[in-house]
């Protein structure tokens, strides 16, 4: 006999207002980078910021999570306040490979 089906807890959705600080919070972040010599391209309709590596290896995926709290990549494995650019610019930078 098949356990009852679980619970899945869905995330509230974001307002409006959330949504467009968070389309701001990247290119912030981007312009950050630059000033580092990172480069990064925003993608996705501007959802998402991509680091390419130095040398071999994938791409750097950046993304706004945990509610416009925090940039996330790495599966969301690993996270950096949004509000400190520079500090998610050099850690980003450093695990980038630069």
């Known amino acids: 006999m098949n356990p009852p089906p679980q619970a899945v807890a869905v995330p509230p ?7 467009q600080q ?3 919070l990247l290119p912030r972040l981007q312009a950050a980078l630059l ?7 925003l993608r996705d309709n501007g ?10 290896g ?9 509610g416009g ?3 996330s990549w790495q ?14 610019a050099k850690v980003l930078a450093e695990y980038a490979g630069r």
């Open 13 to 19: 959705q974001a307002s409006p207002q959330e949504e």
């Open 75 to 88: 599966s969301a494995e690993r996270r950096h306040p949004v509000n400190d650019l520079k500090g998610a």
């Open 69 to 71: 709290t925090y940039f």
């Open 22 to 24: 968070s389309e701001a």
């Open 35 to 41: 000033w580092r010599g990172v480069r990064a391209e």
């Open 47 to 56: 959802t998402a910021l991509m680091i390419p590596r130095p040398k071999l």
């Open 58 to 66: 994938m791409p750097v995926w950046v993304f706004v999570g945990y």
